[in-house]
């Protein structure tokens, strides 16, 4: 394994700004309700910053066009370590995906995440080039890099929301001060949706669901049980199929018109947690309709 020395300046410069920028964009992510950070980007995450704990190898590599690329060891299967790269790389690297099997359209240019390699990868791994190196990650001091964290001064607590910003909206929310009576409101902002529907043979009403982080699926289930019960559900199924179907037929057109709500969300320029977690709600509710069409999980 070479010794840091053997790094020019200005490539180990690069390498210790991408992982800083990694440990950011993860530990962003880690915050965010049931949208966290899977297992193997925790056990990353933690080995950057506490090296003591279990260190991770880092591969670094000048490929033919002279462009950086980066690798992480994974503790799981040492011949398959993870690549690192921003949203802004993906154009150049199409067939990575990524590792916490999100799109990589979610992926904001500036936000570093971890990739599965491909084989093309795997073969500029074992390659001999001159321009390569491996090196503990301990090496690049990480974990005396200050973490970036949203500056959230006393202002913020009583700054209007009109002034806010959706990231500072999203760190109110977060912070949940005491007595913070602009929560209700802001919570009703990034995560309402308005929305109309029918509850089981009454009229179509509107009001607004609140599919937050923590609580959204179960705002789902309770959305379907509202509009087809299950104990009706089981006995208009037994004894009046052609109704059953219909009944399903109007429930999952409900749910799709949600996901078109929720999708389109993902479009406008949010921060990036708050715009993985409309992709989460959106691909939740377009797996029920594929996978769930008879609601059996519902109960």
């Known amino acids: 394994m070479q010794n840091q020395e053997e ?3 200005e490539d180990k410069s690069e390498i210790r700004k991408a992982l800083v920028s990694l440990i950011n964009s993860l530990q962003a992510r880690k915050g965010v309700g049931t949208s966290g950070i899977i297992p193997d980007e925790e056990i990353v995450l933690t080995s950057l910053q506490h090296p003591e704990r279990g260190d991770v190898v880092v591969t670094a590599l000048r490929d033919a066009r ?20 921003s949203g802004r790389d993906v ?19 500036d936000e570093f995440a971890l990739f599965l390699i491909t084989l093309q990868d ?14 503990f990650s301990t090496h ?15 202002d913020l607590k009583v ?13 109110i929310i977060k912070r949940n001060w005491p007595g913070d009576a602009r929560r ?12 109309s529907y029918s509850k089981y043979k009454m009229p179509e009403r509107s009001e607004e669901i609140l599919l937050s982080p923590d609580h959204y699926r179960e705002r789902v289930a309770q959305l379907i049980r509202d509009m087809y019960p299950y104990g009706i559900r089981t006995t208009v199924r037994r004894d009046y199929p052609k109704e059953h179907k219909q009944r399903l037929d109007d429930v999952h057109a409900a749910l799709k018109r949600l996901s078109d709500l929720t999708a389109a969300r993902q479009k406008s ?6 715009a993985r977690h409309y992709e989460e709600i959106t691909a939740y509710l377009r797996e029920i309709i594929e996978r769930d069409p008879e609601l059996s999980h519902f109960v």
């Open 184 to 195: 209700d409101a802001l919570e009703k902002e990034l995560y309402g949706f308005p929305f």
């Open 159 to 171: 700054k209007p929301l009109s002034a806010c910003t959706l990231e500072e909206k999203l760190q």
């Open 7 to 9: 790094i020019p300046p």
């Open 122 to 135: 795997k073969e500029a791994l074992q390659a001999p080039l001159t321009r390569k190196w491996k090196i």
């Open 269 to 274: 320029d949010s921060p990036a947690e708050l």
């Open 140 to 154: 690049f001091d990480l974990n005396e890099t200050e973490v970036h964290k949203p500056k959230i001064g006393d």
């Open 91 to 109: 154009r150049n690297f199409p067939e990575r995906r990524l590792l916490n099997s999100r799109s990589t359209s979610s992926l904001k240019e």
């Open 66 to 85: 002279g462009r950086l690329q980066l690798f992480v060891s994974n503790r799981r299967d040492q011949d398959s370590p993870f690549a690192v790269m």
